[in-house]
């Protein structure tokens, strides 16, 4: 079966400090790959998708990036840490045939 | 665009009561409808799903939920309400194309009384 682990599950970081936040899928190859964020415990924003190593699409500008170094691993990463970067990241996946989303359980990111 | 329309913030249920959780859609062509399930401090989980076929989904925990494609509605039900259904519950419709990507409802909280 498919499990996504990602960590750290909680960070408390320094404004202008750097960020990486690591996500793996096991049991599968070749999944899609997601970065939500959750702000006030409500709305979530995709952040970032992938379909491949090396593709990486952002869907809102902002002081984050994503990559995607290996096949069932995608990072989400910050030069420099803002006090609105704070939030619940969830990253997640599914199949590129299928359409079921399935979520990590979350890292919650304090920049203080 | 393709969206979806959770009109009720909080929705409090006494314990053993049936439960609905409200969802509309706003999608061009087949909506494909999910709901999924947040407890405090956890990532989401999927509940169940509408992609075609019999209206009435059945899913996790005893939920089910009712595809109403004339009020483009998709409501997630439960017959008997448990306290440890308390959680966080999103409605979210495929955006389509390769990636499959979701949109989510602004998320309705479920509080069940015992």
């Known amino acids: 079966s498919q499990t996504i682990h990602q960590w750290p599950a909680t960070l408390v970081q320094p404004v202008g400090s750097p960020l990486s936040l690591e996500c793996t899928v096991e049991?599968?190859?070749?999944?899609?790959l997601y970065w939500y964020r959750q702000a006030a415990g409500r709305g979530l924003q995709l952040l970032f998708y992938s379909v491949g190593i090396g593709q990486i699409s952002s869907e809102v500008p902002q002081n984050l990036s994503a990559s995607r170094p290996q096949d069932r691993q995608f990072i989400l990463s910050s030069k420099k840490l803002l006090l609105s970067d704070s939030g619940f990241y969830l990253c997640?996946?599914?199949?590129?045939?299928?359409?079921?989303?399935?979520f990590g359980e979350g890292s919650w990111l304090t920049v203080v | 665009a393709q969206s979806v329309a959770q009109p009720e913030d909080q929705v409090n249920v006494a314990e053993g009561n049936p439960l609905t959780v409200k969802c509309t859609y706003s999608?061009?062509?087949?909506?494909?409808l999910f709901w999924y399930v947040q407890y405090p401090n956890r990532g989401l989980q999927f509940l169940l799903k509408?992609?075609?076929?019999?209206?009435l989904v059945k899913g996790s925990y005893g939920f089910e939920a009712e595809f109403n494609k004339s009020q483009t509605s998709f409501h997630l039900k439960k017959p008997s309400a448990l306290v440890s259904d308390s959680a966080l519950y999103f409605c979210a419709v495929l955006r389509g194309g390769a990636t499959n990507k979701l949109i989510f409802g602004t998320g309705t909280l479920l509080a069940v009384q015992p």
């Open positions: 999608v061009s062509g087949n909506p494909y």
């Open positions: 049991g599968t190859s070749n999944p899609n």
């Open positions: 997640a996946w599914n199949y590129d045939s299928g359409n079921t989303i399935y």
């Open positions: 509408y992609i075609t076929g019999d209206n």
